[in-house]
């Protein structure tokens, strides 16, 4: 049958908030829980006694330092997606590129990716697109020759840990 809009939002919402409830009391009946951050702890807002337990990435080759250069590489690593704050990644660089050779090196795709390539041409900004790496020691690579890697999202959505962070490690 069909189901008209506000009818479909409650059905939606009801259901989301079933879930959230069975989720919440499996979690509470459980020996322990592993969490991928303290704001995923705190959302829950369960009152068991628990722990976060931070992981880390095995560094698979040891630091290279002598790849970087004067010119200022900064690495955009994942989805460029609407959740990702591309446009203060730009802005940063616009200002930076005023006092200093900035260059960005993108590795990844997303529905913003067109959008953000074309502002960056616009704007004059020296950068490389890798398309999607999966390679953890092609990452390792690419990465090593930046000063730092830039991991912004707009202030709407609760982000924890992300995939991109852990690669950032």
Known sequence: FPVN???KKLLLGNIIFLFGKLRSCVLSSSDFIIYECDLFKEFLKLKKASEVIHLKKPLIIKP???NINEELTIGYLGNLGIINDLDSLLTIISEVSKCRKVSLIII???PSKERFINNLKKNQVNY??????TSEEEKYKILSSCWFCYNGYVSSPKIGLTYKSVDFL
């Not at 490389?128 to 790496?133: A, H």
């Open 128 to 133: 490389k697109d890798y398309g999607v790496v």
């Open 64 to 66: 290279v330092l002598n």
């Open 5 to 7: 809009g506000k009818l």
């Open 108 to 110: 990844g795709d997303g």
